[in-house]
Antibody, heavy 118, light 108 residues
Framework: QVHLQESGPGLVKSSETLSLTCTVSGVSISSHYWNWIRQTPGKGLEWIGFSHYTGRTMYNPSLKSRLTLSVDTSRNQFSLRLTSVTAADTAVYFC????????????WGQGTLVTVSS | EIVLTQSPGTLSLSPGERATLFCRASQSVSSSDLAWYQQKPGQAPKVLIYGASNRATGIPDRFSGSGSGTDFTLTISRLEPEDFTVYYCQHYNNSPLTFGGGTKVEIK
């Protein structure tokens, strides 16, 4: 059974860097595309981007200048790094697996709330 | 960026009734790239329908999807108590992938 679990600080100071990790179990990370999605009451669900074990990444243009996504195959983890955060980055962050067959997200983490404080 | 507009924002129905949810895209989307999700409070979204009309594994057959081009529909034929929650459409016709704003199905 595939399981995804987000981890990282729940509180980040404004202008600093938000870093999250998603640990994948039950499947090798050397397959599929691994995504980050965030959710806020105001903007709803927002796709952040994906990373692939080959090094391929794709970012939402709205976040591209501040965003780095990566995969660590040795730990079966993938990560998000978002710099210069503001209150607008306060959200529940989900990691999710993209199914190329279904062209949808077929497996999600439970989500982690990240609050940006001033 | 393709904008997905869901309607209505809230649907008030009784158990056993039929629910029809709409998702309109700002430009034509391939049917293979349109999915529907259900999200319950405190949980991650769960895929219900992919490719506009294909039920994901384990999804009851009371859920069905249809549509093409810019207009898509999710139908719940007979609402069960556990179906009263929020539903989202999502496309990946091109980048960035986007979600609709959601429809809340509430108990009347």
């Amino acid at each position: 059974q595939v399981h995804l679990q987000e981890s990282g600080p729940g509180l980040v100071k404004s202008s600093e860097t938000l870093s999250l990790t998603c640990t994948v179990s039950g499947v090798s990370i050397s397959s599929h595309y691994w995504n980050w999605i965030r959710q806020t009451p105001g903007k709803g669900l927002e796709w952040i981007g994906f990373s692939h074990y080959t090094g391929r990444t794709m970012y939402n243009p709205s976040l591209k200048s501040r965003l780095t996504l990566s995969v660590d195959t040795s730990r079966n983890q993938f990560s998000l790094r978002l710099t210069s955060v503001t209150a607008a980055d306060t959200a529940v962050y989900f990691c999710a697996r993209w199914s190329s067959t279904w062209r949808s997200f077929d497996c999600w983490g439970q989500g982690t709330l990240v609050t940006v404080s001033s | 960026e393709i904008v997905l507009t869901q309607s209505p924002g809230t649907l008030s129905l009784s158990p056993g009734e039929r629910a029809t949810l709409f998702c309109r895209a700002s430009q034509s989307v391939s049917s293979s790239d349109l999915a529907w999700y259900q999200q319950k409070p405190g949980q991650a979204p769960k895929v219900l329908i992919y490719g506009a009309s294909n039920r994901a594994t384990g999804i009851p057959d009371r859920f069905s999807g249809s549509g093409s081009g810019t207009d898509f529909t999710l139908t719940i034929s007979r609402l069960e108590p556990e179906d009263f929650t929020v539903y989202y459409c999502q496309h990946y016709n091109n980048s960035p992938l986007t979600f609709g704003g959601g429809t809340k199905v509430e108990i009347k």
